[in-house]
């Protein structure tokens, strides 16, 4: 069991940036996908960014290619988002999660089992 923890939520202005930070606890030293969801009012969930644990490789999807960075530190079991060049369009829930090794962020939230209670990013323009 994975129990993990998001931070770093708030109001910003377009162009602005945030850093989300995610905390995990439980079993933590298995090979984990890590990743970043976003859901807006109205949208379905959709998938901002990955790092798997095995190798810090990382996945992001265009639609934030370029802004937003995933990282995380393992001697302090969190993962981070740094989301720059923010847009009224990020506005949304952030949701931290975990799959298996080899979940993958473009097959959906389906493959991760474990979720976070979420945190809000608003973008005002």
């Known amino acids: 069991q994975v129990h993990l923890v998001e931070s770093g939520g708030g109001s910003v202005q377009a162009g602005g940036s945030l850093r989300l930070s995610c905390t995990a606890s439980?079993?933590?030293?298995?090979?984990?996908?890590m990743a970043w969801f976003r859901q807006a009012p109205g949208k379905e969930r959709e998938g901002v960014a990955s790092?798997?644990?095995?190798?810090?490789?990382?996945y992001l999807p265009d639609s934030v290619k370029g802004r937003f960075t995933i990282s995380r530190d393992n001697a302090k079991n969190t993962m981070y988002l740094q989301m720059n060049s923010l847009k009224p369009e990020d506005t949304a829930m952030y949701y931290c999660?975990?799959?298996?090794?080899?979940?993958?962020?473009?097959?959906?939230?389906?493959?991760?089992?474990?979720w976070g209670q979420g945190t809000r990013v608003t973008v005002s323009s």
């Open positions: 999660a975990a799959g298996g090794p080899h979940a993958h962020l473009s097959r959906g939230e389906s493959e991760f089992p474990y």
């Open positions: 790092i798997y644990t095995q190798d810090d490789s990382t």
């Open positions: 439980g079993y933590t030293d298995g090979r984990y996908c």
